[in-house]
């Protein structure tokens, strides 16, 4: 069992920043691939990025890239979602998750373990 636990959402303009957190307390965090995914109200949950057991390789959401940077810090036990360049439309409860899949993946049924989210709102 892997326990997630988000932080850093918040109300920001549009054009800003915030650097979304998420702790994966125990010695097996670097065996599990990272992503986060996001839901808007009457919307399905969609990915945002992913990154392998060593953070070597990155995957990201056409909506995120080059605003987005998804990073991980192992000794730590923490992944990491940085989004600068902010928009109205980035409104939603962020998740992070965990896959034991050895590659990158962006499709949620390879996650095996959900945090419980964290909401960003982003003001016009």
């Known amino acids: 069992q892997v326990q997630l636990v988000e932080s850093g959402g918040g109300l920001v303009q549009a054009g800003g920043s915030l650097r979304l957190s998420c702790a994966a307390p125990?010695?097996?965090?670097?065996?599990?691939?990272m992503g986060w995914f996001r839901q808007a109200p009457g919307k399905e949950r969609e990915f945002v990025a992913a990154i392998t057991r060593s953070g070597g390789n990155t995957l990201y959401a056409d909506s995120v890239k080059g605003r987005f940077t998804i990073s991980r810090d192992n000794a730590k036990n923490t992944v990491y979602l940085q989004m600068n360049s902010l928009k109205p439309e980035d409104t939603a409860v962020y998740y992070c998750a965990a896959s034991s899949a050895i590659v990158v993946v962006s499709t949620s049924y390879e996650y095996d373990y959900w945090g419980q989210g964290t909401q960003v709102t982003v003001s016009s």
């Open positions: 125990g010695r097996t965090f670097s065996s599990y691939a």
